[in-house]
T-cell receptor, first 111, second 114 residues
Framework: AQRVTQPEKLLSVFKGAPVELKCNYS??????LFWYVQYSRQRLQLLLR??SRESIKGFTADLNKGETSFHLKKPFAQEEDSAMYYC?????????????FGQGTTLQVKP | DADVTQTPRNRITKTGKRIMLECSQT?????MYWYRQDPGLGLRLIYY???????NKGEISDGYSVSRQAQAKFSLSLESAIPNQTALYFC?????????????FGPGTRLTVL
């Protein structure tokens, strides 16, 4: 079964602390994974995708096929990082565009 | 992103009523999607459409129907609304360049079924 699990509903850290938002997936093929973010009063938007191997707003995510994980990390959290974060898996063939989302993790960065 | 709009933004209705949620986009994208968001469950795909003549069920299509009136418009209908369809509904679009394309989301419609 194709599934994405984000075990933490809420992650609360202080400004300047490291952040790791966990994401585990279940997928039989070669996964394509994304992180989407929803800031307060804004729309859900793409943060990064693993195939791009990019760093956006200081966030990185590495695909670990052995652990079936795609954790989102940032070395020093900022208050403006507070948001809801969703991990998503591209389901089926790569052409479908169907995304399976995790349950979401709310990141709260305290001053 | 104002290129993807949803109407209405909020709706309260009663059990058994027929409801239509509308999504319009000016991004010129071929692909459109409807999701619902529930606390603790994340977003789940209801229906998706690759073009006007191609509509597909997502993981939770029961109780819903859709219409792709034009490339730019994708409507979601609840034929007979029930309380467990109370949720936040999102429309999204993506270009037809492969499945890894970014999905662009609308602002959401908050639906309450009493």
């Amino acid at each position: 079964a194709q599934r994405v699990t984000q075990p933490e509903k809420l992650l609360s850290v202080f400004k300047g602390a490291p952040v790791e938002l966990k994401c585990n997936y279940s997928y039989s093929g070669s996964p394509e994974l994304f992180w989407y973010v929803q800031y307060s009063r804004q729309r859900l938007q793409l943060l990064l995708r693993h195939i791009s191997r990019e760093s956006i707003k200081g966030f990185t995510a590495d695909l670990n096929k052995g652990e079936t994980s795609f954790h989102l990390k940032k070395p020093f959290a900022q208050e403006e990082d507070s948001a809801m974060y969703y991990c998503a898996l591209l389901a089926g063939s790569s052409n479908t565009g169907k995304l399976i989302f995790g349950q979401g993790t709310t990141l709260q960065v305290k001053p | 992103d104002a290129d993807v709009t949803q109407t209405p933004r909020n709706r309260i209705t009663k059990t058994g009523k027929r409801i239509m949620l509308e999504c319009s986009q000016t991004k010129g994208h071929d692909r459109m999607y409807w999701y619902r968001q529930d606390p603790g469950l994340g977003l789940r795909l209801i229906y998706y459409s690759f073009d006007v003549k191609d509509i597909n069920k997502g993981e939770i299509s029961d109780g819903y129907s859709v219409s792709r009136q034009a490339q730019a418009k994708f409507s979601l209908s609840l034929e007979s609304a029930i309380p467990n369809q109370t949720a936040l509904y999102f429309c999204a679009t993506s270009a037809n360049r492969g499945g890894t394309d970014t999905q662009y989301f609308g602002p959401g419609t908050r639906l309450t079924v009493l």
